[in-house]
Each structure stands twice: as C-alpha cells, then as structure tokens.
C-alpha cells in the first residue's frame, strides 16, 4: 500500500508539472514592468561580430515601453499605449506608427510573459542544465522576419535574450543594472522636440 502511495504522488507530480511556456512565464514575473541598462551585439551566421551597442529599456506593459540606444548609434522607441514613437536622433526625424500585433513578437510583448500570447505566437521549447534554462521561441506564422528567439536563465535571472533574423543574423541584448519595479512613467511620454521632421504612418507630414 505504500508503494502504491508512492506511486500515486509520483504520477499525480507529473501529471501536474509546467509546460515551458507555463514555466517561462513565471520566470518572466518579476521582468513584466522593470527597467535596465543593456548591451546588443549583433553577430552574422558564423558568429562573427557586426556591431555592438548600449542604452537603457525600461517597460511597463506589452504596450507601454521605452528603448533608447547611445551614441553614435542614438535611437529612442517609445510606445506609450496608443503610439509608437521612433526618433532618430542622427536623422533628426521621428516616425509614428500604429501599435498593431508587429509588437507581439518585440523584447517587450515576450517579457511580459502573458501565457495566451506567447501560446498563440509561439512554439515554445525548454532545455534545462544545472541551474541553467534555455527557452527557444520560434513564430508559428511562416512569415515572420523573425526565426527564433532565445531566453537565457541562470535560476531565476535572466541572462540574455536573443532574437535571430531570417538571415541567420543574431542580435544578443544582455541585461545590467536591472530594477524591478515600476518604472519612470515620464519614460513613456514623448513630445517630437522642435523642427523635427515627423513622419505618420501613411506618410503624412506636419
């Protein structure tokens, strides 16, 4: 009889245990809103460097966010629930897009690690070693610019995330200085500053 007991827990463990989408949304708990500074190196297929960058993202929502890169690479994207804002400090010129499902598979949609969304875009695998977990998201749309995209854990932290293009370029944005908590909601607001050409999304000019 207590073998069977045994038996039973031991079934019932398994029966009960997470899918990786169900694990990886719990390790993307603490990273729903949060901001940090990170580093993005870009590599070719063969793993050669292309380019490297730093700057600072914090995010709020899947819809509420803010990623600014530093010179001599200065960009700043901006959503603030209803718009996306892409100012390109070089070009001096801001674009306005409508926020639409091309978010669904950004950085910010996939942190925010809502469960229906990420069953609904992806197909999500899970390797686990030691203390390491590695989540690999590929698009269930054949059309996706994107191939596939890469979650690093070691426990609970996040290491790294990256997404790999089409042409088997990988772009890898490493997390420091990372706050857990609400961020600066003055982040998410944006004014086009003074002279700046302003792009709409169907073209139009003001």
């Not at 010179?71 to 390109?88: K, R, T, Y």
């Not at 070693?129 to 749309?141: K, N, W």
């Amino acid at each position: 009889m207590r073998y069977l007991m045994m038996l039973l827990i031991l079934c019932g463990s398994v029966a009960v245990s997470a899918s990786p989408i169900e694990s990886l949304s719990r390790l993307l708990e603490p990273y729903r809103t949060f901001s940090a500074d990170f580093t993005q190196r870009t590599l070719d297929q063969d793993n050669t460097p292309i380019s490297q960058m730093t700057g600072q993202l914090a995010i709020a929502s899947a819809s509420v966010f803010y990623w600014k890169t530093d010179p001599p690479f200065a960009q700043s994207v901006i959503a603030d629930g209803e718009v996306l804002w892409v100012f390109d400090e070089d070009l001096y010129q801001v674009q306005v897009r409508p926020l639409d499902d091309a978010l669904a598979a950004s950085p910010a949609a996939i942190l925010s690690g809502d469960i229906e969304m990420l069953a609904s875009r992806f197909q999500v695998t899970e390797e686990r070693s030691g203390t390491m977990a590695i989540y690999q998201l590929e698009p269930q749309a054949t059309d996706e610019v994107t191939r596939a995209v890469i979650l690093r854990f070691d426990g609970s932290r996040l290491m790294d995330l990256s997404i790999e293009d089409a042409l088997g370029n990988r772009s890898q944005v490493t997390l420091t200085a990372v706050f857990r908590g609400q961020p600066n909601p003055e982040l998410f607001e944006f004014t086009p500053p003074e002279g700046v050409d302003v792009i709409y999304a169907l073209g139009q000019k003001r």
